[in-house]
T-cell receptor, first 113, second 118 residues
Framework: SQQGEEDPQALSIQEGENATMNCSYKTSINNLQWYRQNSGRGLVHLILIRSNEREKHSGRLRVTLDTSKKSSSLLITASRAADTASYFCATGPLSGNTGKLIFGQGTTLQVKP | GAGVSQSPRYKVAKRGQDVALRCDPISGHVSLFWYQQALGQGPEFLTYFQNEAQLDKSGLPSDRFFAERPEGSVSTLKIQRTQQEDSAVYLC????????????????FGAGTRLSVL
């Protein structure tokens, strides 16, 4: 049973546009991470934001976290065709912490050249 | 290699057959995780090892699933008497730090094993 829900489930944009994906979760967390998965491949870590942080940047990526609303967003600016992939948020739960990640269902992003 | 390696990449099994999936984590990584990813879904946690100790197996869906990491490095996920609902991609991930306290570890994933049960 997955904790996170992401929207939209699918997003199609033109190269150069910005892409925004949202993630909601249910329980208390100590961190939230975003991963990318290209078709038929494993997941690649993009960025981690701790529960006491509100915003974090990494290159063209901007992540926000609102723990009061239990939600996060990932913004990819100036998108490129190579950004085409599925994006997953994953939370590290606060209690019983083994380091396991709980993933959302993902957003499939298509960037058209 | 520098990354997490999984084998085989693809496995086709007849219903009722036993399968074994292998994971070679990044050298020196303490933590190892197995996840199951159904088509069009996000990965779901199966089990976690810290070195050779299996500290969390709460995600294993039935007693047909068994995982081991006897020397704290390579891990094997075994599925006995496979069923059609076991068809999925099985992902292995490793991380450098152990759990305990605040888990801020970044997990490095292998490409996965796609299991198809006919």
């Amino acid at each position: 049973s997955q904790q996170g829900e992401e929207d939209p489930q699918a997003l199609s944009i033109q190269e150069g546009e910005n892409a925004t994906m949202n993630c909601s979760y249910k329980t208390s967390i100590n961190n939230l991470q975003w991963y990318r998965q290209n078709s038929g491949r494993g997941l690649v870590h993009l960025i981690l934001i701790r529960s006491n942080e509100r915003e974090k940047h990494s290159g063209r990526l901007r992540v926000t976290l609102d723990t009061s609303k239990k939600s996060s967003s990932l913004l990819i600016t100036a998108s490129r065709a190579a950004d085409t992939a599925s994006y997953f948020c994953a939370t590290g739960p606060l209690s019983g912490n083994t380091g396991k990640l709980i993933f959302g269902q993902g957003t499939t992003l298509q960037v058209k050249p | 290699g520098a990354g997490v390696s999984q084998s085989p990449r693809y496995k086709v099994a007849k219903r009722g057959q036993d399968v074994a999936l292998r994971c070679d984590p990044i050298s020196g990584h303490v933590s190892l995780f197995w996840y199951q990813q159904a088509l069009g879904q996000g990965p779901e946690f199966l089990t976690y090892f810290q070195n050779e100790a299996q500290l969390d197996k709460s995600g294993l869906p039935s007693d047909r699933f068994f995982a081991e990491r006897p020397e704290g490095s390579v891990s094997t996920l075994k599925i006995q008497r496979t069923q059609q609902e076991d068809s999925a991609v099985y992902l292995c991930a490793s991380s450098l730090v152990s759990s305990g306290g605040v888990a801020k570890n970044i997990q490095y994933f292998g490409a996965g094993t796609r299991l198809s049960v006919l």
